[in-house]
């Protein structure tokens, strides 16, 4: 036993110390990514706490405030249109218990005069346009801002149909495949590999693993951003589902192993950029940059355009 710790113990440290050598140093192993545009302000479905959410207005006005990238998801209609819309069922947003597929464009119905700010619990938000936007007139009226693409559904006509606008209008660059799903996501790659894209939920699992093993700094990435909730939210400002992380254990747990200082400043000398979300307040929005965020998500982009500059002011 005496003689097999004998190796055991200084390969294992040995391991340890260029582990440790290649995480602080990853330039060594792998050339930085240099995505075309880099963001600390994104609005979470346009800033939908200001005005009714992912509309033109609402996109409009957080551009006007200082908002660097938007973030959006994505459906198709019946008759093959890429609309705006966070849910595929319109009940929430709407008042009717129909889905996006169902219906033809213009037989979409309006948003309901106030909507609820699902990251802030008993907060509203209103606006005189109630219309869903087409992901084209997005395109249009932004031609340079960054738009964050999340796709829901593995649906290979929409993301098609994604993929034809962003070649289009020339947005390769500064537009952004997201997805929690990892098939979707291999599928939204296979059809545009141009675009750069986020981790899934797997792939996230994976990075912490890489990162505890100490395999992190030897392995190679292919995503260039990172987006993950922002723990002290959950119970809060934002009621989960999942009857587990209503536990305040394991939103400590989940906080202690995710948001790791190391990990982050890897990923950031490797050119990968860390937003997380969804920060309503200025409280969430100073502890997400104290971690290590290089961007944060808000629903308010006036109340996060005002915190940035007051930083850039005392500094």
Known sequence: MASYLYYLLPAVGGYALTSLYFLKNPHILHRRKQ?????THISHRGGCGERIENTIEAFTHA????????ELDCHLTKDGHVIV???????????????VSSLNLEELPPYKETVEVTFKTGHFSTGSDRNFALLEDVFCKFPHTAVNIEVKENNPMLIEKISDLVKKYNRDGISVWASVDSSIMRNCRKTNSSMPYMFTVNRGLQLLLLYYTGLLP????????????????????????????????????????????????????????????????????????AAGATGVMSDYPTLLSNYIRRCKQAT
């Open 35 to 39: 995505t075309a545009f880099y963001c």
């Open 218 to 289: 030897f392995v190679p990435l292919g995503e260039s951003f990172l987006q993950f909730y922002l723990p002290q939210i959950f119970n809060r400002n934002f009621i989960p589902d999942m009857w587990i992380l209503r536990s305040s254990l394991v939103v400590f747990l989940i906080e202690r192993l995710t948001l790791r200082k190391g990990m982050f400043k890897h990923l950031r000398d490797r050119g990968i950029q860390i937003h997380l979300f969804v920060c309503n307040s200025e409280q969430d929005i100073e502890a997400a940059f």
């Open 63 to 70: 551009v006007e405030v200082g908002t660097e990238m938007l």
């Open 85 to 99: 819309s966070h849910d595929e069922d319109l009940l929430r947003q709407t008042g009717q218990d129909v889905t």
